[in-house]
């Protein structure tokens, strides 16, 4: 079940460009995250929203800029794209609390160049 | 500071086999802790989660165990199928419900 999607899965953009990647999830989760994961590293949350117009920062924001208009959907936006935000980015929802199971999409591969 | 840390990095076994994957923690306090299965090129599934006052959790072949005192955690994997194939992720959530991810097992199973 495609539950959780994202767009585009593979993306290459130049330093400076602005990207965005799309989630969007069917089961109306109040939860949705956004992680990137780096070799050599553990996924790391960048941004989180218990619900619509609410977000908040993880633990990596820099650089980057959420909204959440609709509840099903949670984009990221990359303003100025730099080499360093090369990365697979996961976006997750969850229907309740933290202590609930996350449900991961399928995964964005940024290439910035 | 909040760690997970999982061993061994990387695990090679023979179809039908069973392994045992491992993962220590530092995170204090503690909620809970999962097991995610990542396919190569995929998103993490959830396998497991369990909290303080588990000390065992079954999902078909696979068994996670807990010790909370020594801060511990195991999956075993029985008869292991190449569809095992995979990264096994151990996540610690702490009492804010952040969740502190470690950076995974590799499982290759070979016939």
């Known amino acids: 079940d495609a539950g959780i999607t994202q767009s585009p899965r593979y993306k290459i953009t130049e330093t400076g460009r602005q990207v965005t990647l799309m989630c969007h999830q069917t089961?109306?989760?109040?939860?949705m995250f956004w992680y990137r994961q780096d070799l050599g590293h553990g996924l790391r949350l960048i941004y989180y929203?218990?619900?619509?117009?609410?977000?908040d920062k993880g633990e990596v924001p820099d650089g980057y800029v959420v909204s959440r208009s609709k509840t099903e959907n949670f984009p990221l936006t990359l303003e100025s794209a730099t080499r360093s935000q090369t990365s697979v980015y996961f976006c997750?929802?969850?229907?309740?609390?933290?202590?609930?199971?996350?449900?991961f999409g399928e995964g964005s591969w940024l290439t910035v160049v | 500071k909040n760690q997970v840390e999982q061993s061994p990095q990387s695990l090679i076994i023979l179809e039908g086999k069973n392994c045992t994957l491992q993962?220590?923690?530092?995170?204090?306090?503690?909620?809970?802790l999962r097991w995610y299965k990542q396919d190569t090129g995929r998103g993490p599934v959830s396998l497991t989660i369990?909290?303080?006052?588990?000390n065992t959790k079954s999902n078909g072949r696979y068994t996670a165990t807990l010790d909370a005192d020594t801060k511990q955690s195991s999956l075993h994997i029985t008869a292991s199928q190449l569809s095992d194939s995979a990264s096994y992720i151990c996540?610690?959530?702490?009492?804010?419900?952040?969740?502190?991810f470690g950076t995974g097992t590799r499982l290759q199973v070979f016939p």
């Open positions: 997750a929802s969850s229907d309740g609390s933290w202590g609930n199971t996350i449900y």
């Open positions: 089961w109306s989760h109040s939860y």
């Open positions: 929203s218990a619900a619509a117009d609410i977000t």
């Open positions: 993962c220590n923690y530092t995170v204090s306090p503690f909620s809970n």
């Open positions: 369990m909290t303080f006052s588990e």
């Open positions: 996540v610690v959530s702490d009492n804010t419900d952040k969740l502190i």
